[in-house]
């Protein structure tokens, strides 16, 4: 499974383009390592991987912190999954998308107690 997970920035951080970046609250565990899971029906870990370094990108919708997303050996043949990345909630992901390209988003409502991207 190959994608990106992205997490808003909000752009008081001083970051440019290319900038090494990682989540703050509620995202903080977003950084190089943080662990990504993909479940199968029953909530059973049937593939896994790890964020690398992720990069600050200006993208159509916003400013984010953007992190590629590979988790190698999914397996074929289930009509949805679930992917984790952290200790956040699974989302689900169709089984088409699986083996194409997956993006996934933090909350794009910036607030308070929001996620944000900062400096790494």
């Avoid at 440019?16 to 479940?39: F, H, I, L, M, N």
């Avoid at 992917?83 to 933090?106: C, Y």
Wanted: charged share 10%.
């Amino acid at each position: 499974m190959k994608g990106a997970f992205d997490i808003p920035a909000s752009g008081g951080e001083n970051l440019t383009q290319g900038t090494a970046c990682k989540g703050t609250g509620t995202y903080a565990d977003a950084e190089s390592g943080a662990p990504v899971r993909v479940y199968n029906a029953n909530g059973e870990v049937i593939a896994q991987g790890a964020l690398p370094n992720g990069t600050f990108q200006v993208t159509p919708i916003g400013s984010a912190c953007v992190f590629s997303v590979t988790v190698y050996a999914v397996p074929d043949g289930l009509l949805q999954y679930g992917v984790q990345i952290g200790e956040h909630g699974v989302r689900p992901v169709k089984s088409d998308e699986t083996h194409a390209w997956v993006f996934l988003h933090a909350s794009w409502t910036i607030g308070p107690n929001q996620p944000r991207a900062s400096l790494a």
